[in-house]
């Protein structure tokens, strides 16, 4: 039936309730057709020319950012869709290896559109009843993954960071605001960032010339520290992949009374590999864990989480608002989720690890972990093989470094940024040993044997203009 002349149109539709799927899926159409034709047009790992061309097509494909008269669903969503893959570097090509930003898993963003449709906030049970369920019984077997205890717990984080952040403040509320946070140069720059944000004195830094942190370094900061201290471990350091020794560290920290805190944002999921699990030896010994499965564990981002040996460990972070966590209903049996997070809305970002969980299992990620490091091995031997390039080391976990033997720390960061700007390759870059080196981050379980030939070819014949 024609509506009467001047009725106004009804509200745009929503993607939740018993119509929201019949709503979204010719928009899915549409998207998915923007991704193909965006990343069609960009063709390779990254938009060449740099910055300018890159906001130029941007502001054209804008126009107008807020019109009087919309588009209309398809038309915005066919060209801004198209205008970001177009202009995206995609993790999910070989070439695109600098940082530890993974491509997701198919399955996983699957499940985050769900997230997305149903947009639960997980701040009150009421708002989240079967998201809160799956989020508190995740987080515990997670936990457990790391933790032979009767009550692991996790929280889950928007990333290292914020995982880091909290592991602080909980040590900061069990020990006082004279807490000192030592930690070794090669830690996440957020561990001082967070001692920073949260008042505590200034860090601690002990040097590692040798990437990891040294025991009998460590030894002699702890003689001379005064008061309470926790210990920043890395399992997977940002610069090169490297594991601290944790056995060891866990130790000397149990000799001083010092508290240790493992940042395992990289290295982390390698506990679920049978070959790989054996360089996590000592973890279990940490107070906390910082995880990030949107690095080794092909999640989008975010999907951080921070796990303790006993739930009552983050007891600290318990608040109470009337709104979302009333006394009364809390006494009459539902959950209380406000202390789950110093956030308080949140997303349910739980939903894609057990949806990814389930769908592979322990065997299928430790499959594709070992495929990812396996692959970091075979490029340190295509490069240590090769004239014209140095290895800096055999890869701990994914990272490798390496420098054209013909190149100054100038040439070689002036190559990099020339990769990029050609669109042809991004590789990132650390400082290891005084010396600029290039590094392939590799996250990309379908990266093959061709790829990295293509790659270094690539790269000696960017070396030789």
């Known amino acids: 039936m024609t509506p009467p002349p001047g009725t106004p149109p009804p509200p745009p539709p929503l993607a939740g309730g018993h119509g929201g799927a019949d709503a979204l899926r010719p928009l899915l159409d549409t998207v998915l057709d923007a991704l193909r034709s965006g990343a069609a047009e960009r063709d390779g790992p990254l938009p060449a020319g740099g910055p300018t061309p890159v906001t130029a097509r941007v502001t054209a494909a804008l126009g107008e950012v807020l019109p009087t008269r919309g588009s209309g669903d398809h038309e915005a969503l066919r060209t801004l869709v198209h205008t970001l893959a177009a202009g995206a570097a995609d993790p999910a090509d070989p070439l695109c290896a600098a940082h530890l930003h993974c491509p997701p898993l198919a399955v996983a963003v699957a499940a985050d559109l769900a997230a997305a449709a149903l947009n639960p906030s997980m701040d009150s049970w009421d708002q989240a009843p079967a998201a809160s369920a799956i989020e508190a019984l995740l987080?515990?077997?997670?936990?457990?993954?790391?933790?032979?205890?009767?009550?692991?717990?996790?929280?889950?984080?928007?990333?290292?960071?914020?995982?880091?952040?909290l592991a602080l403040l909980l040590a900061r509320e069990r020990h006082g605001p004279r807490l000192t946070v030592v930690h070794g140069a090669n830690a996440h720059h957020s561990v001082p960032r967070s001692a920073w944000l949260l008042g505590l004195p200034p860090t601690v830094t002990v040097p590692t010339p040798a990437g990891v942190l040294d025991p009998a370094r460590l030894a002699e900061t702890l003689t001379r520290a005064g008061g309470p201290v926790l210990v920043t471990a890395t399992a997977g350091t940002t610069d090169a992949g490297l594991v601290d020794p944790l056995e060891p560290l866990a130790d000397l920290c149990r000799q001083h009374g010092a508290e240790l805190h493992v940042d395992a944002a990289y290295g982390g999921l390698l506990q679920l590999s049978p070959h790989h699990r054996h360089k996590l030896t000592g973890l279990s010994h940490a107070h906390s864990i910082t995880l990030d499965l949107h690095k080794l564990g092909w999640q989008p981002v975010a999907a951080g989480l921070l796990a303790v040996p006993d739930t009552h460990l983050l007891a600290p972070l318990g608040h109470q608002a009337d709104y979302l966590n009333a006394t009364d209903d809390t006494e009459a049996?539902?959950?209380?989720?406000?202390?789950?997070?110093?956030?308080?809305?949140?997303?349910?970002?739980?939903?894609?690890?057990?949806?990814?969980?389930?769908?592979?299992?322990?065997?299928?990620?430790?499959?594709?972990?070992?495929?990812?490091c396996a692959a970091a091995h075979h490029l340190a031997e295509l490069l240590e093989a090769h004239p014209a390039f140095e290895l800096h080391a055999h890869p701990t976990i994914s990272t490798v470094l390496f420098r054209p033997t013909a190149m100054d720390d100038e040439q070689l960061a002036g190559l990099r940024r020339t990769l990029l700007l050609d669109g042809a390759a991004v590789l990132g870059r650390a400082t290891a040993d005084g010396r600029l080196w290039l590094k392939a981050t590799l996250l990309n379980p379908h990266t093959t044997a061709g790829d990295l030939d293509t790659l270094v070819t690539l790269l000696e014949g960017s070396a030789h203009r």
């Open 333 to 372: 049996g539902l959950p209380d989720l406000l202390g789950r997070s110093l956030r308080t809305t949140r997303r349910p970002d739980i939903l894609k690890i057990a949806v990814t969980l389930r769908s592979l299992g322990r065997d299928g990620l430790a499959r594709i972990i070992d495929l990812t």
């Open 139 to 165: 987080t515990r077997a997670l936990a457990a993954e790391y933790y032979d205890t009767p009550h692991p717990d996790a929280l889950v984080t928007t990333g290292g960071t914020e995982a880091n952040q």
